[in-house]
């Protein structure tokens, strides 16, 4: 049976009605297919995973959350084999999107974005903090922790995957060495929030209900600065500097409200995680915009090189990472330039 009649039916079974329309959904970098399914009364999002593992994650955390009062999907439907289920479709304005068309044209960082950035970032510390011990971690599928095994793997995802693409004569002893020292930095955190692995502005919906959260089937116990730093550090969304001091304040509002924090101290934490989130991202532009040949991955590259230039400048752990430092600087200095638009 084709995916599509394997979802056709288990809508049909969900909703008692037949199928009017069954369409595939631009995908990011999941290898999931996800579809829009309507019929006469009802429309739904089905999706086929062929890791079972990942979707029972899925499935587990909505659960979760949803018991938590989390604005994420409801859930209809599950199939018995757990490849494919359907949850509620919320329409298509991504964050990406919206925050976007509302800051062309105009001068600064509107209000209204402002002010929905502040919402989401209060969401998130519900997701991190409020929902952390509701959450099932045996249904973590790659990792329990986002700890040395998870960080040091990002290190090498960067470098197969970037480096050895656009910068191959890098030092990779120096390298390794100094990648070492980084992930012992960012292991003095505390990690026994939920982290949600990908929270960046692709994975929020804007609803007529508000902000709405999807793609959590990542996440684990780990640091709460790692979310807020893939926010932030969104190179698609491009949040000027100022701002981002701004929202990390606004952030750090939230978390006070439930338990002291030293706020100088967080701060360091944070921008030592957006080094790592941004040599993530990196690795996986550069592996599905060329290696699985999706052009808007490669036009992801020269802002999120951009935001590598501002941390090797400005995060106060690029002090104790000379190597890194010089070949970050290098690398963004050399690579503006270049055309990502077609592959190499």
Request: charged share 25%; net charge negative; glycine share 8%.
């Amino acid at each position: 049976m084709q995916i599509g009649d394997t979802l056709s039916s288990l809508f049909t079974e969900c909703f008692g009605e037949p199928v009017r329309s069954i369409d595939l959904l631009r995908g990011d970098g999941s290898e999931r297919k996800v579809f829009r399914i309507r019929g006469t009364e009802h429309s739904a999002v089905g999706v086929f995973g062929g890791n079972v593992a990942e979707n029972k994650a899925f499935i587990g955390f909505t659960l979760a959350f949803r018991a938590c009062g989390l604005p994420v999907p409801k859930l209809f439907a599950v199939a018995p084999d757990q490849c494919s289920y359907l949850e509620e479709d919320l329409g298509d304005t991504l964050l990406f999107d919206w925050q976007a068309h509302r800051r062309e044209g105009a001068e600064g960082f509107p209000e209204d974005v402002h002010e929905m950035y502040v919402h989401v970032l209060h969401d998130l510390v519900r997701f991190q903090i409020d929902a952390a011990d509701d959450i099932d971690y045996t249904l973590c599928y790659q990792t329990a922790e986002f700890g040395g095994e998870a960080i040091a793997f990002d290190c090498r995802y960067f470098r197969e995957m970037f480096l050895d693409r656009f910068q191959p004569r890098y030092d990779p002893t120096a390298y390794e060495r100094d990648c070492a020292r980084l992930i012992e930095t960012l292991l003095e955190s505390e990690r026994r929030f939920f982290l949600y692995r990908d929270f960046q502005s692709r994975n929020v919906m804007i609803t007529p209900s508000g902000p709405r959260y999807i793609d959590y089937q990542s996440g684990r116990r780990g640091a709460l600065a790692y979310d807020v730093a893939s926010l932030l550090f969104d190179a698609r969304a491009l949040i000027p500097p100022a701002v981002r001091a701004s929202l990390l304040e606004a952030y750090l509002e939230g978390v006070s409200a439930r338990f002291p924090v030293d706020a100088g101290r967080f701060e360091e934490e944070f921008h030592a995680y957006a080094v790592a989130r941004v040599m993530q991202a990196l690795g996986a532009f550069g592996n599905l915009g060329y290696r699985k040949n999706r052009p808007g991955f490669r036009s992801a590259i020269p802002p999120a090189l951009d935001n590598l230039a501002w941390l090797a400048e400005n995060a106060p752990v690029m002090k104790h990472l000379p190597y890194l430092r010089a070949l970050f600087v290098d690398i963004a200095g050399n690579l503006r330039s270049e055309d990502f638009s077609e592959p190499v």
